[in-house]
């Protein structure tokens, strides 16, 4: 099987999207949505192969802590909406500022619980937080 390069993954793929796009105007949206994120999947995929060398050393240090924040984030989300209802007295409102700070709070938040767990433990670090 050939190799197919990337112009032509990339539009054969946004072809076939915007087939079941249409497809799913006629259909029901559930087969068509699921095939959908599979190949968007897959583009994204192939996006990020390709473009491996230009992805910042950020977003690699965060790639390593993915795994161990998955994990401890539901805690700080229980802290910070229990800390934020005590103080204010009332749930945590959605207005896009909030949203941000709250999102930015978490990612922090965890990815330092992560590091500083990994740092003294190392390889025993995954029976604590799984990462």
Same mark, same amino acid.
């Given at each position: 099987?050939? $190799?197919?390069? @990337?112009?032509?993954? %990339? +539009?054969?793929?946004?072809?076939?999207?915007? +087939? *079941?796009? $249409?497809?799913?105007?006629?259909?029901?949206? !559930?087969?068509?949505?699921?095939?959908?994120?599979?190949? #968007? +999947?897959?583009?994204?995929?192939? /996006?990020?192969?390709?473009?491996?060398?230009?992805?910042?050393?950020?977003?690699?240090?965060?790639?390593? #802590?993915?795994? &161990?924040?998955? *994990?401890?984030?539901?805690?700080?989300?229980?802290?910070? =909406?229990? %800390?934020?209802?005590?103080? @204010? &007295?009332?749930?945590?409102?959605?207005?896009?500022?909030?949203? *941000?700070? *709250? @999102?930015?709070? !978490? $990612?922090? /938040? @965890?990815? %330092?619980?992560?590091?500083? $767990?990994?740092?003294? %433990? =190392?390889?025993?670090?995954?029976?604590?937080? &799984?990462?």
């Amino acid at each position: 099987m050939a $190799v197919l390069s @990337t112009k032509r993954y %990339l +539009c054969l793929s946004s072809a076939l999207i915007l +087939c *079941f796009y $249409v497809l799913s105007y006629m259909e029901s949206y !559930i087969v068509s949505g699921y095939i959908e994120k599979l190949i #968007l +999947c897959t583009v994204y995929l192939s /996006f990020l192969y390709k473009f491996d060398n230009f992805i910042p050393r950020g977003f690699s240090v965060l790639a390593d #802590l993915s795994f &161990g924040m998955y *994990f401890i984030h539901s805690y700080y989300i229980s802290v910070i =909406k229990l %800390l934020y209802k005590s103080n @204010t &007295g009332n749930y945590f409102s959605g207005n896009l500022i909030s949203y *941000f700070s *709250f @999102t930015t709070a !978490i $990612v922090v /938040f @965890t990815s %330092l619980t992560v590091f500083l $767990v990994k740092k003294p %433990l =190392k390889n025993y670090s995954r029976y604590v937080i &799984g990462s």
